[in-house]
């Protein structure tokens, strides 16, 4: 107190000694040996004003010898729930680690208290907008989470992990927990920028995307420009913050939904066909959506996911729009088109042709992401149409002898003209705008890039991969020849499932 009013700062000192629990906890939990416990004594300095926060810790340091490694500034950088304060160790008299807090009257009843009484403190005219995003963070993750023990283990994550700063290109500060990778850094920024995420450079080198961020760490985010990027599956084993993997788990809900839609509205427009109904107009029609609502679904998509689920059957649906239609106008009641025109419209969203189930849906699987020429197999599943996999696919082996599942014969139809993705790897000598190279090259082929990752490992040698999508597979050996000769390349090859790799 003394030393404190000598330099004319005003304010209130406090101390207590370490309860004998909270250091037999340290040393047994936490495994630290008895010298490694610094807040045996801690002193609380309370003071008016920022301004003479760090005045006091500049009059503490001057008198007492700091320890290195223990000073944390929670002022200029604050705490993901806005706790602020001065942290600092010294060595006082006799020797003795003296562990101090330094912090505002204002800070000092957040940190007691809590944000909320925080506010209430303040008042309702004297809200701080600042103390926004923590609060509005805390209801996203609430809505995002169906389940309430999910929500409770979320928010008890993110209030005890610790903290780095890393900058952003324009020098921003962004604040994550401990262990966050750049994938938890694009979705800080913004959702769109974390699901469009295709690679990262931190301090100016390629990284893999699940390489811990450091405090100080400057870091640049590379995203894909096709119209509706995604992200990977993967990243959830990578990403750490509550945040990034509540939206990857968002998105993969939302397109697990759209697929069911999907699928449910092909089903039912082939019902409507076999009741001999143009499809077309009565697929959104005024009628359907009155048998939706018969069967407790207020929107064609829940009719359509329902189907597609099998807690509705199309045929049933079909036949009630049937009976709507004759309890109103008869005139609505057209032909079909002929059922080899369903066939072939299947044919041209895949390219494959599924002898004597051409009515089902076909779909490419996405983990060997097949195209013409591979030798393919076709596996059919009660309420989710065929999956066509390479023959060498691993997926393929293990359905062979799965319960439910029927082997069918699959072929590529020759006319076929669509886009296939497929994944490829590349490898090269790092080197400044590498990637930059990389994606010219793929984008002067008027190849849209799904997805990517890189890693550049101690030898430095990069490794990229690439989800790629292609009009003609024939197109893909010219691509991979053009990327081959870029400075730096050493080899350029199609992944292929559990196959020896080829660049056809």
């Excluded at 706790?83 to 008299?93: A, M």
């Excluded at 760490?217 to 995604?230: C, G, L």
Aim: charged content about 25%; overall charge negative.
């Amino acid at each position: 107190r003394s030393r404190l009013a000598k330099t004319s700062v005003e304010g209130t000192v406090t101390g207590r000694e370490k309860h004998h629990w909270g250091v037999y906890e340290k040393m047994v939990v936490n495994g630290r040996s008895f010298d490694e416990i610094f807040d045996l004594v801690g002193i609380r300095v309370i003071v008016p004003t920022v301004r003479e926060a760090y005045a006091a810790l500049g009059t503490i340091h001057a008198t007492w010898r700091p320890v290195s490694g223990r000073f944390k500034d929670y002022i200029a950088m604050p705490k993901f729930n806005f706790y602020q304060s001065l942290h600092t160790t010294v060595v006082g008299p006799e020797g003795t680690a003296v562990e101090l807090q330094i912090r505002t009257i204002e800070m000092h009843h957040r940190a007691e208290h809590g944000v909320a009484a925080h506010w209430r403190y303040k008042g309702p005219t004297d809200s701080n907008s600042e103390d926004m995003p923590w609060l509005t963070n805390i209801v996203d993750w609430q809505n995002e989470t169906d389940d309430p023990e999910e929500f409770m283990e979320t928010l008890k994550v993110d209030l005890e992990q610790d903290e780095v700063y890393v900058f952003t290109p324009k020098g921003d500060v962004v604040t994550l927990a401990t262990r966050a990778t750049p994938i938890d850094f694009a979705y800080a920024i913004h959702t769109d920028i974390g699901d469009a995420t295709i690679g990262a450079k931190i301090d100016g080198r390629l990284v893999p995307l699940d390489r811990e961020l450091r405090s100080g760490d400057t870091v640049e985010i590379f995203t894909s420009k096709i119209e509706n990027p995604h992200p990977s599956r993967d990243w959830l084993d990578i990403a750490t913050t509550p945040k990034a993997q509540n939206r990857i788990r968002q998105w993969f809900a939302r397109s697990e939904r759209e697929e069911l839609v999907e699928l449910g509205r092909d089903l039912v427009t082939d019902a409507l066909r076999s009741e001999g109904l143009r499809a077309q107009p009565l697929i959104a029609s005024e009628e359907l959506r009155q048998v939706s609502q018969d069967y407790g679904r207020n929107e064609l998509e829940l009719l359509f996911e329902a189907v597609a689920k099998e807690d509705l059957q199309a045929e049933v649906i079909a036949k009630k729009l049937v009976a709507h239609l004759r309890s109103g106008s008869a005139d609505q009641k057209l032909p079909a088109r002929p059922a080899q025109d369903r066939g072939a419209r299947r044919r041209r969203t895949t390219g494959v042709h599924v002898e004597g189930l051409d009515d089902s849906l076909v779909r490419l699987a996405g983990c060997c992401n097949p195209l013409p020429g591979d030798e393919i197999l076709g596996f059919a599943t009660r309420g989710r149409g065929i999956s066509i996999h390479r023959s060498d696919c691993s997926n393929a082996a293990e359905l062979v002898d799965a319960s439910g599942v029927r082997q069918v014969e699959a072929v590529w139809d020759n006319a076929f003209t669509g886009q296939f993705v497929v994944s490829v790897e590349i490898r090269a000598l790092d080197r400044d705008h590498l990637l930059v190279d990389v994606v010219r090259v793929i984008s002067e082929h008027y190849v849209s890039i799904a997805s990517a990752t890189t890693f550049t490992g101690d030898d430095q040698v990069s490794v990229m991969q690439f989800e790629i999508e292609i009009g003609d597979p024939i197109l893909l050996d010219q691509l991979l020849a053009a990327v081959r000769e870029i400075a730096g390349v050493f080899d350029a090859y199609r992944i292929l499932s559990n196959a020896p790799r080829s660049s056809s």
